[in-house]
């Protein structure tokens, strides 16, 4: 696997420029400033979900004091639209010169290890068709969970007789009219909650249709408060008002999530009961609003200062929920026999699951079926040398993690600089043979359609450390930020370096001394 000149060649790769892959590029300046890095984004541009997605109204729905990353302070309200998150990434861009090491319109096919060389070889497609060769010591994958090249999108029995558009959101065209129109929106999670109040001040109706209800709840939306005002009038410097905005929202969570799981059925009654006093007295609450299973089984929909409520209140929205019998011209009959009249629709029916970014990994000339691999502490990957994964929290920000990782990618490369080896492998141990298997995400305590979907494609978890991916920010931020290196799992080896290698480190270190 000799380099060549048409290879880029860095110490650690990061694939994708979203929320993880800007991030850790920041960590790395900060922690290993030393190495050499690179971006590569399959799109033209950054921000991942939120340049991806651009229906009507795209936000947060988690809020941006704890999702915004640990060395930047979010300034606005809690919920923000994705054009907010966007100019607060390239913020991140800017300020930390990152935009000479990003390279975009590289999609990565596959990645292949020579453990002879201790090296990742990573091949890309350019936008233009040209495949490009990159050559990395460690990678990490910060690509996201689902598939960028399509949504889930079930077939309708007699969609094809339908006159108007069927639309799913990832897909939303951007000179879509819909001023004046009848549109109905099929599906229950955030993406419907969030198009129903932004399309409903033009449309002539739009209603939600939904199979089974969803948990709903109204946040405040404002940045301020009456303790943060005073706060304010003392003077107190911004980032300890950040530091108590986000100590509040980190508070908030951790009694909700404690509270799912102590006490299900009083979370539950407040919730409905919460949504039924903001919602006109003849709406059906029990039909529409109470669903089936416990709060934080499938994710709690936030709505920033009820505005789904408000969308319904005002008349120009509505909740149907009932089953689809077939489509019809003008719209859609239920089996119910009632009929909604559609001008448009919209498929809010989900995303699928996508296993690192579906890059074919090649270890020593062997295939690793990531489906039969095991996630080491929620971080790497059995099989996988010198490799990472930035999957976030799926109750908690996403960012709580993804930066949490960081740091302890960075971690990682300082102690195995300093130990001298150039290879980490987590490999299982004889005592490991045989060990229960269960999905990267537990289905048993959070089991949305697209995690039922689509878990089975991701690298499986036990139920005994240190195969396990704990997806609990409280429990996880007092262990992962000091976790160790020497256990018994994580196996390290020192290859020689080719002399290849050795001329680009020569290289590098010219470079970086005539740079300083």
Not at 121 to 129: C, E, I, L, P, R
Request: with cysteine; glycine share 8%.
């Amino acid at each position: 696997m000799p380099l060549n000149s048409t290879q880029e060649h860095c110490d650690l790769l990061i694939i994708g420029a979203g929320i993880s892959g800007i991030g850790a590029a920041c960590h790395l300046q900060r922690e290993c400033p030393g190495k050499r890095y690179l971006i590569l984004e399959g799109r033209d541009g950054i921000g991942g979900t939120w340049d991806l997605f651009r229906y009507p109204g795209v936000r947060s729905d988690s809020d941006l004091y704890t999702f915004g990353y640990d060395f930047k302070p979010w300034h606005g309200q809690p919920i923000a639209t994705a054009p907010e998150i966007l100019s607060y990434l390239q913020e991140v861009v800017d300020e930390n010169h990152l935009a000479p090491n990003l390279r975009f319109d590289h999609w990565v096919g596959s990645a292949r290890w020579s453990s002879s060389e201790a090296l990742w070889t990573v091949t890309a497609t350019t936008a233009q068709g040209e495949k490009r060769s990159f050559t990395a010591n460690f990678l990490f994958m910060c690509q996201g969970y689902y598939d960028y090249e399509r949504g889930y999108r079930p077939s309708f029995p007699g969609e094809e007789v339908f006159q108007g558009p069927i639309i799913h959101p990832q897909d939303w065209p951007q000179d879509l009219d819909y001023c004046g129109k009848q549109m109905v929106v099929i599906g229950s999670g955030a993406t419907a909650a969030t198009i129903l109040p932004a399309v409903a001040p033009e449309v002539e109706r739009v209603t939600q249709l939904q199979r089974s209800p969803s948990y709903y709840f109204a946040l405040d939306n404002s940045s301020e408060d009456s303790l943060i005002e005073e706060l304010r009038a003392l003077e107190v410097p911004d980032e300890w008002i950040h530091g108590v905005k986000r100590r509040k929202m980190l508070a908030f969570g951790l009694e909700t999530t404690q509270r799912a799981r102590m006490e299900p059925e009083a979370l539950r009654q407040e919730l409905i009961e919460a949504a039924r006093a903001a919602l006109p007295e003849d709406f059906d609450v029990d039909t529409h609003l109470t669903p089936s299973y416990s709060p934080w089984k499938e994710r709690l929909c936030l709505l920033p200062d009820g505005d789904m409520f408000a969308a319904i209140s005002s008349g120009k929205a509505a909740i149907v929920t009932g089953e689809i019998e077939t489509f019809v011209e003008q719209g859609i009959v239920l089996k119910s026999g009632e009929v909604l009249a559609a001008d448009i629709v919209v498929a809010a029916t989900g995303i699928e699951l996508c296993a690192l970014g579906k890059v074919q990994f090649v270890v020593d000339g062997r295939d690793i079926d990531l489906s039969q691999t095991w996630t080491y502490q929620g971080v790497m990957i059995s099989e996988l040398p010198n490799l990472a994964w930035s999957f976030g929290y799926i109750r908690t920000s996403w960012t709580m993690r993804s930066d949490m990782i960081a740091h302890y990618v960075c971690r990682l490369l300082r102690y195995m600089e300093d130990a001298g080896v150039r290879q980490c492998t987590p490999t299982l141990r004889a005592q490991d043979a045989g060990m229960n298997g269960k999905g990267f995400i537990d289905e048993d305590d959070f089991s949305p359609g697209y995690m039922r979907r689509g878990v089975s494609r991701l690298p499986k978890q036990s139920d005994r450390g240190p195969w396990t991916n704990i997806q609990d920010y409280y429990v996880e931020k007092d262990i992962l930020p000091d976790l160790g290196f020497d256990d018994d799992v994580l196996v390290f080896s020192a290859p020689e370096p080719t002399p290849e290698q050795v001329k680009q480190d020569l290289d590098y270190a010219g470079q970086r001394s005539g740079q300083i």
